[in-house]
């Protein structure tokens, strides 16, 4: 079975511009998340879908970022304008149950200069 | 105060030796606990779950979960170079989706 595929593995931008990261889950499971490591900071959730309803965003940080999952199949978390303490390791995660260990992705290391 | 506390380390055994890792947490709540592995730029790997007190094995790793304390520690016997990875603690809390991670201890097994 494919793993959790994410992409970009890497990207540099410039403040105020605009990356979009992608996550695609294992086939069939429902639950997909997304959690960031900034520098020197332990892994902190953003938010969780439940197929392609959002469950829970209490993570996302401000209205900056948007994350989108469409057809309950691949996910896409945009970053518009990006800002220098946006820079860090994006994980996604997906899993079968709502609870329990999930399977996470390689992460998009994002930088912001 | 953080949700879950691990010491970053490092911590340093020799090949063979046993090597402990400990994780608190702050949330009487948790309910669930795990622990990752995650080698130097690449993804957590989830290695061992455990749901309720006392131990749970599964080959060289043994997962402790004390939760009158709010501690859970892994253990990992004859311990191998290919151990060498920072080791994260991941807590679920009642009601909750998400998991709270600690900021990892990284283990080095020396040959």
């Known amino acids: 079975e494919a793993g959790v595929t994410q992409f970009p593995s890497h990207s540099v931008i410039e403040k105020g511009q605009t990356v979009t990261l992608r996550c695609d889950p294992i086939?069939?499971?429902?639950?997909l998340y997304w959690y960031r490591r900034v520098m020197g900071k332990e892994i902190k959730f953003l938010l969780h879908f439940v197929k392609e309803s959002k469950q829970d965003e209490s993570g996302m940080p401000n209205n900056r970022f948007l994350a989108e999952r469409t057809g309950g199949t691949y996910s896409t978390l945009k970053v518009q304008p990006a800002e220098l303490e946006d820079s860090g390791v994006y994980f996604c995660?997906?899993?079968?149950?709502?609870?329990?260990?999930?399977?996470f992705g390689s992460g998009t290391r994002l930088t912001v200069v | 105060q953080k949700e879950v506390e691990q010491n970053s380390g490092p911590l340093s055994v020799p090949e063979g030796a046993i090597a402990s890792l400990n994780c608190t947490y702050s949330?009487?709540?948790?309910?669930?606990f795990f622990w990752y592995r995650q080698y130097s730029g690449k993804s957590p790997e989830l290695i061992m779950s455990?749901?309720?007190?006392g131990d749970k094995e599964d080959g060289r790793f043994t997962a402790q979960l004390n939760k009158a304390s709010q501690y859970v520690s892994l253990l990992i016997r004859d311990s191998q170079p290919s151990d060498s990875a920072t080791y994260l603690c991941a807590v679920s809390i009642r009601g909750a989706n998400n998991l709270f991670f600690g900021t990892g201890t990284r283990l080095t097994v020396i040959p």
């Open positions: 995660a997906s899993s079968l149950k709502r609870q329990g260990g999930y399977t």
């Open positions: 949330d009487r709540g948790s309910q669930s």
């Open positions: 086939s069939g499971h429902d639950n």
């Open positions: 455990i749901y309720s007190n």
